[in-house]
């Protein structure tokens, strides 16, 4: 069956980094755009990055563009998600999923992350 196991979060400080990791099994992993959302606390979930198969194309949010960076290890059929410069707005679970719509596809159960001092 479809899986997708995020990893990565924590806490961190405001300025700092983390990245994040989706492993993914039980479908031909290449053959699948792929997306990173977030659900702040209290919030409903938004979506952050998706990059289409190959990374031929690749979007983000407003909020995470120039800080944030996806990509893709088809090898290794996981997707990752750099974070930089996190600010304490960016707190929230982060879920990958499958597919490019927010609305449609299989996601992972989630990984939190914390940016405070």
């Known amino acids: 069956q479809v899986q997708l196991v995020e990893s990565g979060g924590g806490l961190v400080q405001p300025g700092g980094s983390l990245r994040l990791s989706c492993a993914a099994s039980?479908?031909?992993?290449?053959?699948?755009?792929m997306s990173w959302l977030r659900q702040p606390p209290g919030k409903g979930r938004d979506w952050v990055a998706r990059?289409?198969?190959?990374?031929?194309?690749?979007d983000y949010a407003d909020s995470v563009q120039g800080r944030f960076t996806v990509s893709r290890d088809d090898a290794k059929k996981t997707m990752y998600l750099q974070m930089n410069n996190l600010k304490p707005e960016d707190t929230a679970v982060y879920y990958c999923k499958t597919g490019w719509s927010p609305s449609t596809g299989y996601w992972g159960q989630g990984t939190q992350v914390t940016v405070s001092s």
């Open positions: 039980g479908f031909t992993f290449s053959t699948y755009p």
């Open positions: 990059m289409t198969t190959a990374g031929g194309r690749i």
